[in-house]
């Protein structure tokens, strides 16, 4: 989810759930770590975190060298029936899942499927345009660096895009907001092509132009989770499959992610997380139409096999999923410098972000946060998973608070070892 979405939300709904589920009495108790060396050392600290915050549970995975140094899980998965959050706990990873984009598309370029160059109506079986900039080329590297000029629209993205499935309760709470208020149907999920051309074919019903920037693609770094989708239709219609069969063939089965789908159909809903608003809040069940930005569901387990790849990637010792050009041009800057705006990242890989010396991407959607880092060297490297809501106001601030001292203490345990 956007930065732009959760401005929608603040302004929106924060009146709605101040008087339907909000539960701001509990003060955020986040000591700073210090002196964090060994194994216990950090999981007391972490442990101490779930046990003094609004958090449901998360989990930690620390990667060094090829060797995973910290594994370990806080809290529950589900607060009603005090279900622990485990290294197995199936949650969805939110705009996370845009790194398995980044290399989605970077095995795509080494089988030949296109280039960063390609013009992306050389490839599209209908031709889409900015009509703000109807001579502008828009290709493939701008879309896996955000600057391509398509941008959200942040009511119609959340009320098309989200939806409840079918057998969830409606009725009440959070779940009745989402509806009322946020407009989300509850229904199954339609294919991306379908979706995609409400979006972008003129006589859509989604169509809009405030889907777009008056900026030449290239010059303007503007998040886009449409953007992201429409990277991924482009891979399902030039590989002739599915964008998950494609990241399924491709990605997780090579590391061995058993546990991991883009489809709702395959998700183990018996060991996946509840979401929640807050701890008495639990979200419904959802999906996302435009799955490929968003819609990853996994676990810390297959998430640790996962970063090591991309950490032996980012070391140039070659890994599993392609050669060593490709992880090169996964992490590759690909933007002239000044174009990613200057306090969120330095530059941009294949939707990786670079800054301070790490290449990072975060993900945040409805009760789920999670970040994922590693050294631009390889050398070490983490991942984070909750099922704590920080979308909206409130949680937002709570989220990064708790991400920050947690970040902190992995960064002392990984200089201390």
Known sequence: MSKTVNFFLMLVLFVALLTSCSNDDDAIQNPAPTGIETVDQLSAYLENLVQTNEVPGFSVNVSIGNTTAFHQSFGYANLANQIPYTNQTVNNLASVSKTFAGAATAK???????????????LLPIAISNPKQPNADIKIKHLVTHTS???????????SNYFILPGEDITSGIASIMVNDLGMQQMEQVDLDEYLLEIFDEDGDLYNLDNYLDAAPGQTWAYSNDATTLLGFIIEYTSGMSYNEYVTNHILSPLQMANSTFSLNTVDFQNMATQYYNTSSPFPRYGNHGYVEGGLHSNSEDMSNYLLDMMKGARGEGALLFSQDYYDLLFQEQLEPGIVPSGFAENHGLFWYIKNGSLVHGGNSLGVSAHLQLKQDGSSGFFIISNMDGTFIGNEEKWETLKSNITAAINQFINNN
């Not at 089988?111 to 960063?116: A, H, I």
């Open 108 to 122: 795509a370029i080494e089988q030949g499927l296109f280039t960063l160059e390609t013009n992306i109506n050389d």
């Open 149 to 159: 000029g398509i941008v959200d629209v942040p009511e119609t993205y959340i009320s």
